[in-house]
């Protein structure tokens, strides 16, 4: 079978270009909620298994997904994922709404970063880290945080291929790895 990202890159392109072709940029910022969503919907083991019963209908599997959505699909959303029922490409939808934000990100200039802390982060001091991030990175960062509390402290920050550690653990891995040398 062919790897998944080389399955979903033309569904991604697709998705893009329809909602770039005359649109504006709030179309696609629409489009990349209800992409994530439906992605984080088929990434549940149980949903795949339900998908590759013979005896489930594509109908079925989205009856199944839009019940289960938090909010409305629009139009364009239930005609994207019938497509991708119809032609059995529903477990490269994780990776399609991967390479569709990457492809967002690159029309606007940003990075998807996330940040690891051991404790919860307040709205203001992630506003000073981001602009803080935004200058060490060079480019707009669209952050989300995810709580760690094996990094006993500090943070470690993801952004694309790049990693700032700044974390306790990691501070304790260096001085070990100096101490044994």
Not at 14 to 25: F, I, N, R, V, W
Not at 74 to 86: I, S, V
Not at 153 to 158: E, K, N
Not at 170 to 181: E, F, G, I, P
């Amino acid at each position: 079978m062919a790897e998944l990202a080389t399955i979903a890159r033309p569904y991604a392109e697709a998705l893009y270009q329809a909602c770039t072709d005359g649109k504006s940029g709030a179309d696609l910022a629409g489009a990349t909620a209800w992409v994530d969503e439906l992605a984080a919907i088929a990434a549940n083991p149980d949903l795949q298994q339900l998908a590759d019963n013979p005896k489930v209908s594509a109908t079925q599997v989205f009856d199944v997904i839009a019940g289960v959505a938090r909010t409305a699909l629009p139009e364009r959303a239930k005609n994207f994922l019938r497509t991708l029922l119809d032609n059995g490409r529903l477990q490269a939808l994780p990776e399609i709404a991967t390479q569709f934000r990457a492809l967002v990100n690159a029309q606007n200039g940003s990075t998807d970063a996330v940040v690891y802390s051991a404790f919860p982060i307040d709205d203001q001091a992630l506003a000073d880290l981001q602009a803080a991030l935004e200058r060490r990175f060079g480019r707009r960062l669209n952050l989300s945080v995810q709580l760690d509390a094996s990094l006993i402290g500090g943070i470690r920050v993801v952004a694309g291929d790049e990693v700032l550690d700044t974390s306790v653990q990691a501070r304790l891995q260096q001085m070990k790895a100096a101490l044994t040398a």
